[in-house]
């Protein structure tokens, strides 16, 4: 599984588009990238996933460049309840397992 | 669906005494994994299953953990004996066959704490 990078944490206001950036320098032709939020108190939510160019669904939107070493979530207009943990993950498709890394932790003001 | 269903929510348990903890995965998916998660180790992988079959244990922390999955609608992880350091949230997640493609849902968690 390649090894993903991502900020620790953000802060950002009600009403702003954010941006989360993944770098994996090392993914391989047959990996894709999903993202996953996980709210206090839940479990991990499966938000997005992409190969290249860009995805985008309800909950955001998944830029993805053509050298697929990083990636970017945008989340639209954010509001306090999109406070949450993100993580970026890459693996292949048929991997049977998911790791987890620390993720960013976005915090929304108001 | 329901979705992933964890019982309990929450367990207060003394140290020494056994500690069970049960997920009932979405009809029809194929994959059940176990993860435990802690401010200091965040989300680590403890075991999964394949059609109700042990895949891949080597997150199991010690052999006072043990998983099983008797059929394709409940698993259970037992601590025995629990110690604090087992104090953590435990999830317990399912996906389809292709798991990583169709991305897995998780449970509300149970959390686990042991004075």
């Known amino acids: 599984l390649a090894k993903t990078t991502q900020p620790i944490s953000m802060d950002s206001y009600e009403g702003q588009e954010v941006n989360i950036t993944c770098s994996h320098n090392?993914?391989?032709?047959?990996?894709?990238i999903t993202w996953y939020q996980q709210f206090p108190s839940q479990g991990p939510r499966f938000i997005i996933q992409?190969?290249?160019t860009k995805v985008t669904n309800e909950v955001a939107s998944l830029f993805i460049p053509a050298d697929r070493k990083s990636s970017t979530l945008s989340l639209p207009r954010v509001s306090l309840s999109d406070t949450a943990v993100y993580y970026c993950?890459?693996?292949?498709?048929?991997?049977?397992?998911?790791?987890f890394g620390k993720g960013t932790r976005l915090h929304i003001l108001p | 669906d329901a979705g992933v269903i964890q019982s309990p929510r929450h367990e207060v348990t003394e140290m020494g005494q056994e500690v069970t903890l049960r997920c009932k995965p979405i009809?029809?998916?194929?994959?059940l994994f176990w993860y435990r998660q802690t401010m200091m180790r965040g989300l680590e992988l403890l075991i999964y299953?394949?059609?109700?079959?042990?895949?891949?244990d080597s997150g199991m922390p010690e052999d006072r953990f043990s998983a099983k999955m008797p059929n394709a609608s409940f698993s259970t992880l037992k601590i025995q004996p629990s110690e604090p350091r087992d104090s953590a949230v435990y999830f317990c997640?399912?996906?389809?066959?292709?798991?990583?493609?169709?991305?897995?849902?998780f449970g509300s968690g149970t959390r686990l704490t042991v004075v």
């Open positions: 997640a399912s996906s389809p066959a292709i798991s990583f493609q169709e991305g897995y849902t």
């Open positions: 090392n993914i391989a032709t047959n990996d894709y």
């Open positions: 992409g190969y290249k």
């Open positions: 993950l890459v693996g292949e498709y048929g991997d049977d397992k998911i790791i």
């Open positions: 009809s029809g998916h194929d994959y």
């Open positions: 299953f394949n059609n109700n079959v042990p895949i891949d």
